[in-house]
């Protein structure tokens, strides 16, 4: 079986230092008409805690394929619960528990 290859990009702050971070996933809104991408530190270990970031992908990209380009903020406290809800179902597998609960 073949190991599958983390996606990775890099995302330069407000000051021009660039960070590089894993792609935790990406997922498509219809609601919203647009595409999302959730990323996290590369290099983080298993048991730390790490912190998760948000952003909308360019107008038009493809979530299965990000082609990159300036990621976009999220502007909305809606966009923001979606984004959680999504998140909470990715990280607990379904599950109506809340993310911030240790797993069994």
Not at 4 to 15: K, V, Y
Not at 31 to 53: A, F, N, Q
Request: glycine content about 6%; proline content about 6%; charged content about 35%.
């Amino acid at each position: 079986m073949a190991e599958e290859i983390q996606q990775q990009i890099t995302i330069a702050d407000e000051n021009g230092d660039e960070t590089l971070y894993d792609v935790l996933f990406t997922f498509q809104s219809e609601d919203y008409d647009r595409s999302y991408i959730l990323v996290y530190p590369t290099g983080k270990g298993e048991d730390e805690e790490i912190e998760i970031l948000a952003f909308a992908l360019p107008d038009g990209d493809n979530p299965s394929d990000p082609q990159g380009g300036e990621l976009k903020p999220i502007e909305t406290d809606e966009e923001w619960d979606m984004i959680e809800s999504v998140l909470n179902t990715f990280l607990n597998g379904d599950d109506d528990e809340v993310a911030d609960q240790p797993k069994e």
